[in-house]
């Protein structure tokens, strides 16, 4: 098992251009989360997937934001038409989701510059 | 938006001493869990305590919960400087599908 692995690890891109990170959990969570972190900040959560099935979404994730998780297992993260205000640490998560292990893993995470 | 609010959000000590973190919330949760973050090896889980509960051990490290004033505190005891790290309460809301809601964390250094 190598842990919840992210790609790409940096992303500098220009304003308005889209950009896509991709998630890999570990392989038999069924729970995969997204978090958003700046600077001397937590993590501040986006969206939920159990399995396919994305459960809950911020009030963060805009319209330019969206999320998929096809067949239950990676998942990727697009961010549309980039405004500087969207650089920050991207941070995928996994949990086993049986029972109540609540328990995160957390990927390396992805930085977005936006210039 | 932030669940917890630690305290204090810096803290610097001396190798072997203990430091000790405190994080407060808002709302009714199913549990209250500690994270750490370094640079090394990124948001590591270290211990859960559900709301039932009032006190855990695990290691060097001892946490408490105190639901009526919705509050818990971190004990790290004999501190190494590996310890130097920024750390962070997360709390699962009741009903709250899992969704784990971060605080603003407590940066720790210590020092050798």
């Known amino acids: 098992d190598t842990g919840v692995s992210q790609d790409p690890r940096h992303k500098i891109t220009k304003r308005g251009q889209n950009v896509t990170f991709r998630c890999d959990p570990i392989s038999e969570h069924n729970r995969l989360y997204w978090y958003r972190q700046t600077l001397g900040q937590g993590p501040e959560f986006l969206t939920y997937f159990q399995n396919e099935a994305q459960l809950e979404k911020s009030r963060l994730l805009s319209d330019r934001f969206s999320a998929e998780r096809p067949k239950g297992s990676f998942s990727t993260l697009e961010i549309q038409r980039t405004e500087q205000g969207d650089s920050a640490m991207y941070l995928c998560?996994?949990?086993?989701?049986?029972?109540?292990?609540?328990?995160?893993?957390f990927g390396p995470g992805t930085r977005l510059t936006v210039t | 938006s932030q669940q917890g609010e630690e305290d204090p959000q810096a803290l610097s000590i001396q190798e072997g001493e203990n430091a000790t973190m405190n994080c407060s919330y808002k709302?009714?949760?199913?549990?209250l869990q500690w994270y750490r973050q370094n640079s090394g090896r990124g948001l590591v889980h270290l211990i859960l305590i559900r709301s039932n509960e009032r006190e855990k051990h695990s290691g060097r490290l001892r946490v408490t919960l105190d639901t009526s004033k919705k509050s818990s505190s971190l004990l790290i005891t004999a501190s190494r400087a590996a310890d130097t790290a920024s750390y962070f309460c997360a709390t699962v809301e009741i009903g709250g599908y899992q969704k784990v809601t971060f605080g603003t964390g407590t940066k720790l250094q210590v020092i050798p």
């Open positions: 998560a996994s949990s086993l989701g049986r029972g109540n292990s609540y328990e995160q893993y």
């Open positions: 709302t009714s949760i199913n549990n």
